[in-house]
């Protein structure tokens, strides 16, 4: 099974064309995916020209790889985020993911999607103490939540701080019910940028007045110092049937956690993440979980997917640089890609349309970085450029691993991934490497 998703929409998808010859439009957006999708929807409604262009098939890419959880609470990450920027900064950015929640909410509701209304919930095996100084945090955001003390998940003692009123959906039925009317062109790969121009691998000029990177890792990455920016990570996703009943959306509050969410009669666990190109639990560490708590249960499906975590945790939306006003991205939404998709887009659509979006300043790529952050992920990438392996990456010739569970070759610096042909299976590579 590719994933969930894809099985349930192979029937209803329709094929767009490809590029043929050079073209001009008032905006190009490059990447397919959900956030691509949403800034075309948003764009085009305000009356712009916009072309999506996509290497692949729309939505094939983390979009239909996704647990596709759609809510605000992102983990526990608004208490450190009030010490980090303070409060008002930290309201200022719950009032943007909430602005998103509703806006998808009301857009799901308008689509066949399975949409469904769902509380989301952070859990923890460790004591409530963590989980209430994340509630502290909410009320001084003036956040709904309630606290259980007996979570409906197979652990023993293990209690959940939750919020009301988010989503869970099928991302792709989602994705494809945005679409009609919307200029799309598939398996066309934008191999570069220069100004207003976009190029793609069989020759063709794209040119527009702005281009949107929706790449998830920028294609242009190394002005606007990206690959520091951004360091990209695996999580891996089973689909079981006969297994434990929850109710609600699931995430742990522990380094190692489990997530869970159903769809119709499945049940969704994802974990076994790691840094990509490094050791981590995979597919191994979830059927051990699977077969410990719930031997009854029949995997249907398996997959992984990979997401972009930025240097704060919050998304990059917005110009791409100031020597490059014209050039925007949308990238860095950290393992939560339905509501920062749909802030991204909101963003873009502002700046594009009002020339300036009230979300700039926590959202804006520009904005201040971590420099304890900036300096761990420049020595991992060091480390990573100085190990010995003739298997390097195309991308700035870091080393390369192999992942013996997927089959791929892949880089710790940036999280390009190749088959074992040497294929680009994720960017921010390029081009093909050799493997013999």
Same mark, same amino acid.
């Given at each position: 099974?590719?994933? +969930? ?100 909410? !009301?857009? #799901? ?25 994340? !509630?502290? #945090? ?20 293990? *209690? ?21 009317? +919307?200029?799309? *062109? ?27 990177? !929706? ?88 997959? #992984? ?76 990438? !060091? ?14 010739? *870091? ?11 892949? *880089? ?25």
């Amino acid at each position: 099974m590719e994933s +969930l998703w894809t099985e349930s929409v192979q029937d209803r998808t329709i094929a767009y064309p490809r590029l043929e010859g050079d073209t001009r439009v008032q905006v190009l957006i490059v990447g397919g995916g959900l956030a691509g999708i949403l800034c075309a929807r948003l764009l085009t409604d305000a009356g712009l020209e916009c072309l999506v262009v996509e290497q692949g098939r729309i939505g094939r890419g983390a979009t239909g790889l996704t647990t596709a959880k759609v809510t605000l609470q992102h983990g526990l990450e608004y208490a450190d985020m009030i010490e980090r920027i303070g409060l008002e900064r930290t309201r200022l950015y719950q009032y943007a993911q909430q602005d998103a929640l509703l806006q998808m909410q !009301a857009m #799901a509701d308008a689509v066949s999607c399975d949409h469904e209304y769902r509380s989301a919930y952070v859990y923890s095996t460790q004591g409530r103490a963590v989980l209430e100084r994340e !509630a502290a #945090a909410y009320e001084a955001l003036d956040m709904p939540y309630h606290l259980l003390d007996d979570a409906p998940l197979p652990f023993e003692h293990a *209690c959940a701080l939750g919020v009301p009123e988010q989503s869970q959906f099928n991302p792709l039925k989602f994705l494809w019910g945005l679409t009609p009317g +919307l200029a799309v *062109c598939e398996h066309t790969k934008v191999i570069g940028v220069d100004g207003n121009r976009a190029f793609t691998d069989d020759g063709a000029t794209i040119t527009a007045d702005h281009i949107v990177l !929706a790449t998830r890792y920028p294609l242009v990455n190394i002005p606007g110092w990206y690959f520091i920016k951004l360091n990209q990570y695996r999580s891996y996703i089973l689909a079981l049937k006969q297994a434990f009943p929850i109710d609600g959306m699931f995430i742990g509050a522990q380094s190692g956690s489990f997530s869970f969410r159903t769809y119709k009669d499945y049940l969704l666990v994802g974990g076994g993440g790691h840094k990509t190109g490094e050791a981590g639990g995979q597919y191994r560490k979830l059927r051990e979980f699977v077969q410990a708590v719930c031997p009854r249960a029949t995997e249907e499906g398996a997959w #992984a997917t990979q997401d972009c975590m930025s240097l704060d945790g919050a998304p990059y939306a917005g110009i791409h640089r100031n020597s490059a006003p014209e050039l925007l991205v949308a990238s860095g939404f950290s393992k939560w890609g339905m509501t920062s998709a749909m802030l991204a887009a909101i963003v873009l659509r502002d700046l594009l349309v009002d020339g300036q979006s009230p979300y700039d300043e926590v959202v804006s790529p520009r904005r201040k970085k971590p420099l304890g952050e900036v300096a761990r992920r420049g020595l991992a990438s !060091a480390k990573g450029m100085l190990r010995p392996t003739t298997k390097r990456c195309s991308h700035m010739g *870091c080393g390369l691993t192999h992942n013996d569970a997927e089959g791929s070759w892949d *880089c710790s610096c940036h999280g390009s991934r190749f088959d074992d042909n040497g294929t680009v299976l994720d960017n921010p590579a390029l081009k093909d490497i050799s493997v013999s």
